[in-house]
Nanobody
Framework: VLLVESGGGMVQAGGSLRLSCAVS????????MGWYRQAPGKQRELVASISSGGGTNYADSVKGRFTISRDNAKNTVYLSMNNLKPEDTAVYYCWVWVRASGDYWGQGTQVTVSS
């Protein structure tokens, strides 16, 4: 199972970015998908997740600004980030839970928000 992320970059505060994560390989099905982030000197934290049924969960710090979605036909998960703040600066990691297989992670993509 391979996760390939894209869409990171540098943006000014108040700007927007959209992250994508495409999952490839041989697997039965994907249950949950999500995004974590890790800022320098901090622990990795959950940003948002989405279940196979479309149920979503967000960290309080991003509610109302970030939106997670998934395209099951493309095995892809997205994270639309609006009104970005400097404190959103981190490496963002894609995560999936594959049925009968386990957890898989992407390589990470840097998001930098300047003030």
């Amino acid at each position: 199972v391979l996760l390939v992320e894209s869409g990171g970059g540098m943006v000014q505060a108040g700007g927007s970015l959209r992250l994508s994560c495409a999952v490839s390989g041989t697997f039965f099905s994907i249950n949950a998908m999500g995004w974590y982030r890790q800022a320098p000197g901090k622990q990795r934290e959950l940003v948002a997740s989405i279940s196979s049924g479309g149920g979503t969960n967000y960290a309080d710090s991003v509610k109302g600004r970030f939106t997670i979605s998934r395209d099951n036909a493309k095995n892809t998960v997205y994270l639309s980030m609006n009104n970005l703040k400097p404190e959103d600066t981190a490496v963002y990691y894609c995560w999936v839970w594959v049925r009968a297989s386990g957890d898989y992670w992407g390589q990470g993509t840097q998001v930098t928000v300047s003030s």
